[in-house]
C-alpha cells in the first residue's frame, strides 16, 4: 500500500516534480557550459597570450567566482524564501541565472576590448553563482515538501536529477557544435551558441515554475507562526551546528563533479591531445552512471537513512580517488572512460540522498536558508578550488596525486556525516 501511494502521489505532484527538474536541470546547464566553455575556449578567447597552462588556470578562476557567489545568493535567496515562500524565489533565481548566461553569449573577446572582456565575464559569472546559489534549495525543498511519508529521498532524487541532464545539454551541445563547425567557426561564434541557446530553456523553466503553488508544510509553517526577521542570523545563532556539518558532508559531491568534468575535460583536450568531441563523447557515456546512481541513492535512502548512503559514497569515493590519477595517466581511452564512470557513479551516492538530508538539519522556516547556505558554502571547499589545484598538482607532482584531492574531500564529508549521526538526523 505504501508503495502505490508513493507512485500515485508522483503522479498527482508530477507538475511540482518536474518543476523541480526542470528548472534545475536549466541552472545546471547554465553552470555547466561556462564550465565546459572554461576548459575549451574562455583560456583563448578572454585571457592574454602567456603559457597555455597560465591561460587555463585563469580561465579556471573565472570559474571559481560563482564558488563564492553562491553562499550570498543562498543568503539572499533563502531569506526571501523563507519570508515570502518557495515559488516566487526560484522564478527570480531562474532569470537571474539565465540573463547572465544570455549576455555571456554576446560578450566580445580580449583581442576586441582588452581587459574588460575578462572584468565582464568574471561579473556575469558571479551572476550565474548569485542565481544558482538560490537554486538549489528552492528546489529540493519544492520536492521533500510535498513528499508522502517515506518517500522524501524519492521525491529529493528529482531536483538531484538536474544535474546529469543539465550536464547531458551543455556537453551534447558542445559536441554537436564541434561536429557540424570547424574549429574556425567554433572559436569564431560557434561557442556562443549554447549561451544564447539558454534563453529558450529558461523560458520553458519559467512556464513551468508560475503555475505552482507554495508547498503544504511551507503554508502550514507560516500559518503557525510568523517567520524570523533575519533568517540567516537565526541559523547562526541556533543551528549553526548543523549549518557547518551540512557544509562539510557536501564537500565530495563538488570535489568529484569539478575534477570529473571540468577538470578532466582540460587535461584530456590540452596535456593528453585527445579530440575534443572523443572526450565530449567520453564524458557524456560517463554521466550517465551518475543518473543510475542518484535514483539508486534515493531508493535506498528511503529504504535505511540518507546519512548511511551517503557515508557509503563516501567511503567508495575516497577508494576511487585513489585509483583516479593512475587511470588518467594512462592517456588510454577505456581506463579514462571507466574511472570518469566510476567517480560520477560515486558522485550519485554522496549527492543523490542531499535533497532529503540537508532539508532534514533545519526546521522549516529555516530550510530554505540552511539547506542553500550549506550546500553552496560546500561548493567553495570542494569544488572552486578543484580544477585549480588540480592543474597546479599535475605541474608539481604529475596527475597521480589529483584522485587523493577527491579522497580528502570524501574524508572532510564523513566528519560532516559524523557530526547529524551523532544528533540523530
Given at each position: 500500500?505504501?508503495?502505490?501511494?508513493?507512485?500515485?502521489?508522483?503522479?498527482?505532484?508530477?507538475?511540482?516534480?518536474?518543476?523541480?527538474?526542470?528548472?534545475?536541470?536549466?541552472?545546471?546547464?547554465?553552470?555547466?557550459?561556462?564550465?565546459?566553455?572554461?576548459?575549451?575556449?574562455?583560456?583563448?578567447?578572454?585571457?592574454?597570450?602567456?603559457?597555455?597552462?597560465?591561460?587555463?588556470?585563469?580561465?579556471?578562476?573565472?570559474?571559481?567566482l560563482a564558488f563564492f557567489a553562491r553562499?550570498?545568493?543562498?543568503?539572499?535567496?533563502?531569506?526571501?524564501?523563507?519570508?515570502?515562500?518557495?515559488?516566487?524565489t526560484l522564478v527570480i533565481s531562474l532569470?537571474?541565472?539565465?540573463?547572465?548566461?544570455?549576455?555571456?553569449?554576446?560578450?566580445?573577446?580580449?583581442?576586441?576590448?582588452?581587459?574588460?572582456?575578462?572584468?565582464?565575464?568574471?561579473?556575469?559569472?558571479?551572476?550565474?553563482?548569485?542565481?544558482?546559489?538560490?537554486?538549489?534549495?528552492?528546489?529540493?525543498?519544492?520536492?521533500?515538501?510535498?513528499?508522502?511519508?517515506?518517500?522524501?529521498?524519492?521525491?529529493?532524487?528529482?531536483?538531484?536529477?538536474?544535474?546529469?541532464?543539465?550536464?547531458?545539454?551543455?556537453?551534447?551541445?558542445?559536441?554537436?557544435?564541434?561536429?557540424?563547425?570547424?574549429?574556425?567557426?567554433?572559436?569564431?561564434?560557434?561557442?556562443?551558441?549554447?549561451?544564447?541557446?539558454?534563453?529558450?530553456?529558461?523560458?520553458?523553466?519559467?512556464?513551468?515554475?508560475?503555475?505552482?503553488?507554495?508547498?503544504?508544510?511551507?503554508?502550514?509553517?507560516?500559518?503557525?507562526?510568523?517567520?524570523?526577521?533575519?533568517?540567516?542570523?537565526?541559523?547562526?545563532?541556533?543551528?549553526?551546528?548543523?549549518?557547518?556539518?551540512?557544509?562539510?558532508?557536501?564537500?565530495?559531491?563538488?570535489?568529484?563533479?569539478?575534477?570529473?568534468?571540468?577538470?578532466?575535460?582540460?587535461?584530456?583536450?590540452?596535456?593528453?591531445?585527445?579530440?575534443?568531441?572523443?572526450?565530449?563523447?567520453?564524458?557524456?557515456?560517463?554521466?550517465?552512471?551518475?543518473?543510475?546512481?542518484?535514483?539508486?541513492?534515493?531508493?535506498?535512502?528511503?529504504?535505511?537513512?540518507?546519512?548511511?548512503?551517503?557515508?557509503?559514497?563516501?567511503?567508495?569515493?575516497?577508494?576511487?580517488?585513489?585509483?583516479?590519477?593512475?587511470?588518467?595517466?594512462?592517456?588510454?581511452?577505456?581506463?579514462?572512460?571507466?574511472?570518469?564512470?566510476?567517480?560520477?557513479?560515486?558522485?550519485?551516492?554522496?549527492y543523490g540522498p542531499l535533497g532529503a538530508?540537508?532539508?532534514?538539519?533545519?526546521?522549516?522556516?529555516?530550510?530554505?536558508?540552511?539547506?542553500?547556505?550549506?550546500?553552496?558554502?560546500?561548493?567553495?571547499?570542494?569544488?572552486?578550488?578543484?580544477?585549480?589545484?588540480?592543474?597546479?598538482?599535475?605541474?608539481?607532482?604529475?596527475?597521480?596525486?589529483?584522485?587523493?584531492?577527491?579522497?580528502?574531500?570524501?574524508?572532510?564529508?564523513?566528519?560532516?556525516?559524523?557530526?547529524?549521526?551523532?544528533?540523530?538526523?
Amino acid at each position: 500500500m505504501g508503495n502505490e501511494n508513493g507512485i500515485g502521489a508522483i503522479w498527482r505532484n508530477r507538475r511540482v516534480l518536474g518543476a523541480s527538474l526542470v528548472g534545475t536541470a536549466v541552472e545546471f546547464y547554465d553552470f555547466y557550459i561556462y564550465a565546459t566553455a572554461a576548459s575549451l575556449i574562455f583560456p583563448a578567447l578572454f585571457f592574454p597570450a602567456s603559457s597555455p597552462t597560465a591561460q587555463l588556470m585563469a580561465s579556471y578562476g573565472s570559474l571559481s567566482l560563482a564558488f563564492f557567489a553562491r553562499p550570498l545568493g543562498a543568503a539572499v535567496f533563502g531569506h526571501y524564501g523563507d519570508r515570502i515562500g518557495r515559488k516566487v524565489t526560484l522564478v527570480i533565481s531562474l532569470m537571474l541565472m539565465g540573463g547572465s548566461t544570455l549576455a555571456i553569449g554576446f560578450l566580445p573577446t580580449y583581442q576586441m576590448i582588452g581587459w574588460w572582456a575578462p572584468l565582464i565575464l568574471c561579473i556575469l559569472r558571479f551572476g550565474q553563482g548569485l542565481g544558482l546559489g538560490g537554486e538549489w534549495g528552492g528546489a529540493a525543498l519544492l520536492a521533500v515538501e510535498n513528499a508522502p511519508p517515506g518517500w522524501r529521498a524519492r521525491f529529493g532524487m528529482f531536483p538531484q536529477l538536474g544535474a546529469p541532464v543539465g550536464f547531458l545539454a551543455a556537453n551534447g551541445m558542445f559536441l554537436l557544435l564541434g561536429l557540424w563547425l570547424s574549429d574556425e567557426e567554433f572559436f569564431a561564434w560557434g561557442w556562443r551558441l549554447p549561451f544564447l541557446g539558454s534563453a529558450v530553456l529558461v523560458f520553458v523553466g519559467l512556464w513551468v515554475r508560475l503555475k505552482l503553488t507554495e508547498t503544504p508544510e511551507f503554508a502550514a509553517a507560516q500559518a503557525e507562526a510568523p517567520p524570523p526577521a533575519v533568517p540567516l542570523a537565526t541559523l547562526f545563532q541556533s543551528h549553526l551546528g548543523a549549518a557547518i556539518a551540512g557544509t562539510f558532508a557536501v564537500v565530495a559531491c563538488f570535489a568529484i563533479y569539478y575534477i570529473a568534468t571540468a577538470f578532466a575535460l582540460g587535461y584530456g583536450t590540452t596535456i593528453l591531445k585527445i579530440d575534443r568531441e572523443i572526450f565530449l563523447s567520453v564524458q557524456l557515456g560517463a554521466i550517465i552512471f551518475m543518473a543510475i546512481s542518484i535514483v539508486l541513492a534515493g531508493w535506498w535512502a528511503d529504504k535505511t537513512s540518507p546519512t548511511r548512503v551517503l557515508v557509503v559514497g563516501c567511503i567508495g569515493t575516497v577508494l576511487m580517488g585513489v585509483a583516479f590519477g593512475p587511470a588518467m595517466g594512462t592517456g588510454a581511452l577505456l581506463p579514462i572512460f571507466l574511472i570518469l564512470s566510476l567517480a560520477l557513479f560515486m558522485m550519485g551516492f554522496v549527492y543523490g540522498p542531499l535533497g532529503a538530508y540537508l532539508p532534514a538539519l533545519f526546521p522549516v522556516q529555516l530550510r530554505y536558508t540552511g539547506a542553500s547556505f550549506s550546500f553552496n558554502l560546500g561548493g567553495i571547499i570542494g569544488g572552486a578550488l578543484a580544477p585549480i589545484v588540480a592543474t597546479w598538482l599535475i605541474a608539481a607532482q604529475g596527475v597521480e596525486l589529483v584522485g587523493l584531492y577527491m579522497a580528502a574531500a570524501a574524508a572532510i564529508s564523513l566528519l560532516g556525516l559524523w557530526w547529524t549521526s551523532r544528533h540523530g538526523y
